[in-house]
Every structure is written in C-alpha cells, then in structure tokens.
Nanobody, 121 residues
C-alpha cells in the first residue's frame, strides 16, 4: 500500500504561483510513476503532470510551460510548482501513484485526499 498526503493548496490571484507537495509513504515499487491530477466541479478528473523514476516528465498541454513536476531522489516527496496561474486552473488537485507513464487517471491505483487550489481573476 502507498499512502499519499497532499499539502500547499490555497487561494491566489491570476498570475500568481503556488507549490503543492505530496508526502509519499508505505510500500512502494521503484518503477512506479507519480503524478498530479485535478478535478474541477462538474468536470472529469484530468491528468496534469507525471514523472517516472528517471525523472522524465510529461505535461498536459494546458499547463505545459507553466507547471513543473519534481520529486526528491528517495521518491518520498512529490511537488508541483504552479506559475502564471489562471482561473481555469481552479480545481481539487490530487497526488497519485501508478505504473504507466500516462496522464490518464484510470492507470493510477493510489490516490491522496486532494488539496484545493482556487485562482481568482
């Protein structure tokens, strides 16, 4: 089992920045892919960014160039630096762990409880 606990969410004005953190614990497979996902009210959960054990990354087109995913070498902490935030980035953000280097939520088995990000115009 993998436990994931997110933190760092909050309210910010458009153009601002936030950094989300995810504490990772429990029994982990070194080949696991870690990722950030988000879900806005009335919308489906979508992939934001993923990172593998080699620190290779993949981003959704909507956040490319504005968000940066990273992890510590021990893979006990996952981060999402969010810059140039837009109102459409408002959502609940989730940390997740899985085995495929894809942005689709269905491939991720372990999920945190989420942290809310609200961007005002």
């Amino acid at each position: 089992q993998v436990q994931l606990v997110e933190s760092g969410g909050g309210s910010v004005q458009a153009g601002g920045s936030l950094k989300l953190s995810c504490a990772v614990s429990g029994t982990r497979d070194s080949s696991m892919v870690m990722g950030w996902f988000r879900q806005a009210p009335g919308k489906e959960r979508e992939g934001v960014a993923v990172v593998d054990r080699y620190h290779s990354t993949r981003y959704a087109d909507s956040v490319e160039g504005r968000f940066t995913i990273s992890q510590d070498n021990a893979r006990t902490a996952l981060y999402l630096q969010m810059d140039s935030l837009k109102p459409e980035d408002t959502a609940m953000y989730y940390c997740a762990a899985g085995w495929l280097f894809l942005l689709e939520p269905k491939w991720f088995s372990y999920w945190g409880q989420g942290t809310q990000v609200t961007v005002s115009s």
